[in-house]
């Protein structure tokens, strides 16, 4: 029972008491008692002054001094207009501090056969490119919020959807064919997801310039782009595919085997993964199938060219395209029957889609089909909708080959933080010296990627990331590291030991920003924020560290003392891992 809970229980008791009031203690909530002034807790008395009859002031006197007489963990009150400031007692956060101690788990609630099961989606990439750091931004948004669902009590299904297939598959199938020479991912020295990469530039380079050549014989920029003998060529070998070709078919598969195996390593490398990955080659065949009967039911209507539409004027929106006039698919038709196939596959409560708010509409169209089509879950869906991720030197183009790629920038980030701590981890041998750069290198992106409020916008700075003071990842792994290491010195830490000395001011302080662990991961999981989960950890880590400064620890002589300032330390470790666990930061031992 967190001490907020145990408040607000005790308020209940005393409006009951002092005015016969029944308020229910799920309506009472105390909150941090802002630092300018005394306390620990704050209860907003207003809405009691129904039932007290009084002024704010006089109400908040009343309830201060029921609680101090009746409650033991009030050790005293004051009051600033309507605001009831509690003081905890310091006997009170000891106890605490056992309870904590005592629960391997704390904060994280584990499901259970009654749990609801969620599906998050993310990554989506396409296999005519590697993963860049958009990519990058979405895989840790993902995977973090499905640790924070998972940590609430939620049964969770990680998921992925791969396109490949469309007319940028089929970009780069072409330009190998037309200038690959055989090249092969051992051929070439290079991982598969980068080679096809290559000719997806390459396609790109060669359509520009026949777009060029042909609006200097007098066409319009449109009409040279629809006449590109290499985009006809593409076109063409999309239709050859949707048919079934057996030369493009083996093509295809090949080509996307050498990607596969490239996004397996920066996968793991990121450390991230899927319970179940799903291809738009699967899944679009589903979805045109959905779109024609939807034609039958009235749902969508085909014009003249033999192209499929949806009119969602009557819902405030235009008309979505759904079937090309050649018969092709778009990502809306693969996105329908993907979703068909999943309430197929799984059980869903909850289906989450991690994608870039430049999607947004598309997922409002997408929940308004589903709906239409009849079913029940479309409404329902939720589009975890995130802000791009920038660059100092602007936005990213994948066609133009100027995306920061996923794997150079995982190793920029583990090379910086070996070479900004060379002197750090000097005394250690190189393999172990090698793991801790990994691990603060990636602990650095992760954390300056998810400590942004994911629906902004933001600026990555990778020197930026890498520092050990302020709201870094290195920063939170050299406290844990710092506290481990005293803990080290003493021998070890008993979580289960009970030392008995009252916690001073600064101790009862940092028990209970421990002690707030769970609410926080509770608030992250309502409100799909890792960010929540990255600054309480920043929040943590400075409290401990200027308790650091100013007690000591191994040094202190009252043994009871010593006692309580290491397990208070051990809990403080042990939630800062946890916390980070759930943005997929691993913590090094030391550093």
């Known amino acids: 029972m967190t001490v907020e809970s145990i408040i607000a229980a005790a308020v209940s008791k005393a409006l009951k008491s002092l005015y016969g009031a029944e308020v229910e203690p799920g309506t009472i909530v105390p909150q941090q008692t802002r630092k300018e002034f005394e306390g620990n807790l704050t209860v907003v008395v207003f809405p009691f002054l129904k039932a007290s009859r009084k002024a704010p002031e006089a109400t908040a006197v009343e309830i201060g001094e029921w609680l101090v007489a009746n409650e033991a963990a009030v050790s005293r009150f004051n009051v600033v207009k309507g605001f009831l400031n509690l003081t905890i007692d310091p006997s009170f956060w000891l106890s605490v501090l ?16 009654n749990s609801d099961l ?56 072409l330009a190998w064919q037309k200038w ?41 920029e449109d009409e040279a782009k629809a006449n590109s003998p290499l985009m006809l060529e593409a076109r063409e070998m999309l239709r050859k595919w949707e048919a079934g070709d057996p030369e493009v078919r083996e093509l295809w598969k090949k080509m996307n085997g050498w990607v596969y195996e490239g996004f397996d390593e920066t996968y793991r490398r990121l450390g991230v993964g899927f319970d179940k990955i799903y291809y738009e080659s699967d899944t679009y065949l589903e979805g045109k199938d959905l779109v024609l009967g939807g034609i039958e039911k009235g749902i969508m209507y085909r014009k003249d060219d033999g192209s499929v539409w949806a009119d969602l004027t009557g819902d405030g929106l235009d008309h979505k395209l759904l079937l090309r006039a050649d018969g092709t698919s778009v990502y809306m038709t693969q996105d329908i029957g993907t979703a068909k196939l999943r309430y197929q596959d799984f059980p869903i409560d909850k289906m989450i889609y991690v994608v ?23 409404k329902d869906l939720t589009h975890f909708s995130y802000g791009m991720v920038e660059l100092p030197e602007g936005k990213m183009k994948s066609r133009e080959g100027t995306v920061v790629d996923a794997d150079d920038l995982l190793d920029k980030m583990v090379e910086d933080a070996r070479e900004m701590s060379a002197d750090r981890f000097a005394d250690m041998p190189a393999e172990e010296a090698a793991e801790v750069s990994r691990m603060v290198g990636l602990g650095a992106l992760k954390y300056f990627l998810l400590k942004v409020d994911p629906k902004k916008n933001m600026l990555f700075n990778p020197k930026e990331s890498i520092d050990f003071n302020g709201n870094t990842g290195p920063f939170l792994q050299y406290t844990y590291a710092r506290i481990r290491s005293v803990i080290r010195k003493a021998g070890g ?22 002690a707030d662990f769970p609410s926080v991961v509770a608030e992250a999981g309502r409100t799909y924020s890792p960010a929540l989960i990255a600054n309480y950890c920043y929040d ?4 401990y560290n200027q308790f650091y400064h ?26 800062l891992k946890a916390g980070v666990g759930l943005l997929g930061m691993e913590m090094p031992e030391r550093m």
């Open 98 to 113: 056992h309870g904590i101690a005592a629960d391997p788990d704390f904060g994280i609630r584990k499901a259970d056969e």
């Open 118 to 173: 969620v599906m998050v989606e993310y990554s989506s990439p396409n296999t005519n490119k590697p993963l860049h750091l958009g990519h990058v931004r979405n895989n840790l948004l993902g995977y973090s919020l499905a640790c924070i669902l998972e940590a609430n009590g939620h049964k969770v299904v990680k998921t992925n959807i791969v396109n490949d297939r469309g007319i940028h598959i089929c970009k780069s199938m």
């Open 180 to 220: 690959g020479d055989g090249a092969t991912p051992e051929s070439s020295g290079k991982k598969g997801d980068h080679l096809i990469g290559d000719f997806y530039v390459a396609f790109d380079k060669h359509f520009r310039e026949e777009v060029k050549a042909l609006m200097e014989k007098g066409m319009s």
């Open 356 to 378: 870039g708010n430049e999607q947004n509409y598309h997922f409002q169209v997408l929940s308004l089909l589903l709906d239409k089509l009849g079913f029940k879950w479309g």
């Open 493 to 514: 830490v008993e979580m289960d030991s009970m030392p008995q000395a009252v916690p001073n001011e600064k101790e009862s302080t940092l028990i209970q920003k421990v």
């Open 540 to 543: 943590l880590a400075k409290e």
């Open 550 to 575: 100013d007690y000591s620890i191994l040094r202190e002589e009252d043994a009871q003392v010593r006692g309580l300032r290491l397990l208070l330390s051990a809990v403080v470790a042990r939630t």
